[in-house]
C-alpha cells in the first residue's frame, strides 16, 4: 500500500533522490492524470511522484486534470499528499525564497471541473472544509522545516486564481484585504478533490516572487526561476526530512 504521493509544480518536476521503481500509466473515469505516476522509493519510504504540468512541463494550471490526478493517486493507495507549487507573496514577510506552509485557502478560480460529487448521486454530499489542510500533515513538515532551521513561514492563506496571466496590482490589493498571503494558480481544486477522496493534503508553497504591485516594476520570469531554483533545494531537504518521519496512522485529513 503506497501512502505518499507528492505532486511536484513548477520547478520541481522530479525528485533527485527519488529510486525509481517504475512508470504507471493511469486512466480515470475522468480522463488522463498530467503524466505516468513515478513510483519509487525516498528515504525508505515508498512514494509517487506526479508532476502537475506534466513531465514536459506543458500543461497551464487552468488545463491540469486535477480530478484524473487525484483520483489516479487514490486509485494506487495514497492516503496523504504533500503538494509543491509556487506562489507569489502578498503579505510583507512572504518574500522570494522562502517557504510557507499555509492553513487557509480562498478560492478564486472558475470553470474547473471541481468535484467529484456531479452525478448519479444518491444525495447530495457537502464535505466539511473549515479546515483545508490535514493538520497532522502540516505539522510535520513545519516540524522538519525547524529541525533543519529552513526560514519557513508556518501558517497563512492561500489565494487560488485562475491564471494563466499573473494578476494585476489591485487584484492583489483586493487579495490582500481578503486577508490571503500567498497567490498562486494550482491550489484549487487540488486540496477539495483531495479532501473529497478523503486523503491528508498539505501544501508546501515555494514564494517565487513579490506579487503584482507589491515589488519595484513588472514581474519577470528570471527572478522567478532563479527564486525557484533555491527555494526548490529547500523542498527536497525538507521533504527528505520529513518523510522517514511520516507515520501512517497519525496523518489523514
Ligand atoms: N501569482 C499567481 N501565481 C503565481 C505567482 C503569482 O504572483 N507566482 C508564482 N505563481
Known amino acids: 500500500m503506497i501512502e505518499l504521493a ?11 533522490n527519488l529510486e525509481i521503481k517504475h512508470r ?3 486512466r480515470t473515469p475522468y480522463g488522463e492524470p498530467s503524466a505516468p505516476l ?8 515508498d512514494v509517487v511522484f506526479l ?3 506534466g513531465h514536459g512541463h506543458t500543461i497551464p494550471p487552468h488545463m491540469v486534470n486535477y480530478r484524473a490526478n487525484l483520483w489516479a493517486l487514490r486509485e494506487v493507495g495514497v492516503r496523504n499528499v504533500i503538494s509543491v507549487a ?42 466539511d472544509f473549515t479546515r483545508p489542510y490535514s493538520e497532522a500533515l502540516r505539522q510535520l513538515l513545519i516540524d522538519s522545516a525547524r529541525q533543519l532551521k529552513l526560514q519557513i513561514i508556518e501558517g497563512g492563506t492561500y489565494a487560488a486564481t485562475q491564471g494563466p496571466r499573473l494578476e494585476t496590482a489591485a ?15 494550482t491550489g484549487m481544486p487540488e486540496a477539495a478533490l483531495a479532501r473529497e477522496l478523503e486523503m491528508g493534503y498539505a501544501h508546501c508553497a515555494v514564494i517565487a516572487n ?5 515589488g519595484a516594476g513588472e514581474i519577470s520570469m528570471d527572478d522567478i526561476e532563479n527564486n525557484l531554483v533555491t527555494g526548490m533545494e529547500q523542498v527536497r531537504c525538507l521533504l527528505e526530512t520529513a518523510i522517514p518521519k511520516l507515520d501512517s496512522a497519525s496523518c489523514t485529513l
Not at 513510483?39 to 525508505?44: A, E, I, Q, S, T
Not at 503579505?91 to 452525478?119: C, K, N, V
Not at 513579490?210 to 507589491?214: F, M, S
Open 6 to 16: 507528492i505532486i511536484g509544480g513548477t520547478g520541481l518536476t522530479t525528485l533527485n
Open 24 to 26: 504507471e500509466v493511469m
Open 38 to 45: 513515478v513510483h519509487g522509493k525516498l528515504c525508505h519510504q
Open 51 to 53: 508532476p502537475r504540468h
Open 86 to 127: 509556487a506562489v507569489g507573496g502578498i503579505r510583507a514577510d512572504m518574500l522570494p525564497g522562502r517557504l510557507a506552509i499555509p492553513d487557509q485557502i480562498i478560492d478564486y478560480t472558475w470553470s474547473r471541473r471541481h468535484t467529484y460529487f456531479e452525478s448519479e448521486l444518491s444525495h447530495v454530499t457537502h464535505i
Open 171 to 185: 487584484e492583489i490589493d483586493r487579495l490582500e484585504r481578503d486577508g490571503c498571503s500567498i497567490v498562486g494558480m
Open 210 to 214: 513579490l506579487a503584482a504591485g507589491r
